[in-house]
């Protein structure tokens, strides 16, 4: 499907304030972010999960961790470059980040429990195994904790259906350093 990349000047009247407040967090407005923007709807569904789970209590390494486990997972192009730029940004190591994209877990116990809860919570729809939830506790976890990693999967899926369904979003220039192909 051939989705409109919008701008703040060519987006329907009810999704500009949305992108504007998106280019104010970020500095400018992801090329993913601006392909809703032809539904309000889905552009207010969009800012309201990238809002709360940036928003949100779980460490910002572990969020980036199941957002790019979902992407590697749903076979995102666009997630994988977005995720690993942050992560990079969090001070991920190079050797983490060519696991994670490469599918493995990282090395950091609490970090590799949440790309396995994640990267299932994808791949089975929901139905994890109990020791996957466990290995989290084990980790150090609480169940809030969880359940923002179950917030992070959800919006990091809606990206990936956008990307997929887009047949693959441009990059934007500050992701394009991170350009990554399923193995």
Not at 18 to 46: K, R, W, Y
Not at 74 to 79: A, F, I, L, P, T
Not at 125 to 147: N, Y
């Amino acid at each position: 499907m051939d989705l409109t990349v919008h701008t703040t000047s060519t987006a329907p009247a009810e999704s500009k304030a949305m992108l504007e407040g998106i280019a104010e967090d970020l500095g400018f407005v992801p090329n993913l972010a601006a392909t809703t923007a032809t539904s309000p709807t889905l552009l207010a569904a969009f800012d309201g999960l990238r809002r709360a789970v940036t928003g949100g209590a779980l460490d910002p390494v572990l969020r980036e961790t199941a957002g790019l486990a979902v992407g590697v997972a749903v076979d995102n192009r666009y997630g994988v470059a977005f995720h690993s730029t942050v992560l990079a940004t969090l001070g991920a190591t190079a050797a983490d980040l060519e696991r994670m994209r490469a599918g493995d877990e990282p090395a950091d116990s609490a970090a590799a429990a949440v790309y396995a809860l994640a990267r299932e919570l994808v791949l089975t729809r929901g139905k994890v195994a109990e020791g996957t939830v466990r290995r989290t506790a084990e980790a150090g976890l609480s169940e809030a904790d969880v359940l923002e990693v179950v917030a992070e999967c959800t919006f990091a899926g809606l990206v990936g259906t956008l990307d997929n369904l887009a047949g693959r979003v441009e990059l934007d220039e500050p992701l394009r350093p991170a350009t990554w192909s399923a193995p």
